[in-house]
């Protein structure tokens, strides 16, 4: 059934491709984001009738609010919530630094928080709503690039869990869609088989928006060997996953 969903982060990457995939089935998608001008290109080559956004920062309360104000305007009601504008830097060259750690603590945590704040009372009044934070297998145990990133997407994971057990008897579903190493703009890795296309994964999760799992995998064999590897102590896995990258 043709639905309105809201894409975080839809100006590349995964959120652009997914924003791609889910307007040719024949949805409609709002994407935000700050680069206004990769917004911009994409209402042109999706067409101004399915594909609409606000250009501007998740931590600013008035991206939020100009989006919703908006979408109520022209009758976009957003069904599914995904949640997937996130940074990734290093806060660990050349030593640890705490004004990376918070700004990603800010984009990765706060940020998909106060998207769910500011779209839950309208998902409580029609008892109906699905947010799917892009979260990843770095959020499994920590890894030698950076501090900030696993601790900020296991923190938002955890926070969907909460979400998820408190609302989801008043119809709202909260889903956490671990993702393994895609090739984007964020991942730095070799390009290994291990790494997924984006189109790949964009497809993966448009085929998962209706589902009521609270975690999904994807894609299988990376997150697999991800899941199985927590066997492992964190120095050890350290090593070996150094050799994929
Ligand atoms: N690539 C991977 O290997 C991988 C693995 C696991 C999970 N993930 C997750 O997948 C999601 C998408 O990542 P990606 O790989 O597609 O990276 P990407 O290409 O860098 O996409 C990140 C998106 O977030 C947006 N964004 C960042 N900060 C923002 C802010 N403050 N306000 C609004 N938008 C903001 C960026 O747009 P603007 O710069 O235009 O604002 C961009 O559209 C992320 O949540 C990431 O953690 C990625």
């Not at 106060?114 to 770095?138: D, M, R, W, Y």
Request: glycine share 6%; proline share 4%.
């Amino acid at each position: 059934m043709p639905t309105d969903i809201l894409i975080t982060g839809a100006s590349s990457g995964i959120g652009r491709s997914l924003a791609e995939e889910l307007v040719k089935q024949g949805h409609r998608v709002w994407g935000i984001a700050r680069r206004n001008d990769l917004l911009e290109s994409l209402k042109n080559q999706l067409g101004d009738k399915k594909f609409f956004y606000t250009a501007g920062n998740i931590l600013d309360r008035e991206t939020l609010i100009e989006a919703k104000n908006t979408m109520e305007q022209i009758g976009f009601k957003p069904a599914v919530f995904i949640l997937g504008a996130a940074t990734f830097e290093s806060d660990l060259e050349p030593n640890f630094q705490i004004e990376i750690f918070k700004k990603t603590i800010d984009t990765n945590l706060i940020g998909p928080i106060s998207t769910i704040e500011a779209f839950l009372p309208v998902c409580l009044t029609n008892k109906q709503g699905h947010f799917i934070l892009l979260s990843s297998i770095a959020s499994f145990r920590p890894n030698r690039k950076g501090i900030a990133y696993p601790a900020s997407k296991a923190a938002a994971s955890l926070a969907l869990r909460g979400f998820n057990l408190h609302y989801r008897s008043q119809g709202l579903l909260f889903t956490n869609i671990y993702l393994g190493p895609v090739a984007t703009s964020m991942w730095e890795g070799k390009k290994s088989f291990l790494v997924a296309n984006p189109k790949f994964i964009a497809k993966a999760i448009s085929r998962r928006i209706d589902s009521r799992r609270q975690s999904i995998y994807l894609p299988f064999f990376s997150t697999f060997l991800a899941r199985i590897s927590l066997l492992l102590p964190d120095k050890l896995y350290a090593i070996i996953s150094g050799l994929f990258k």
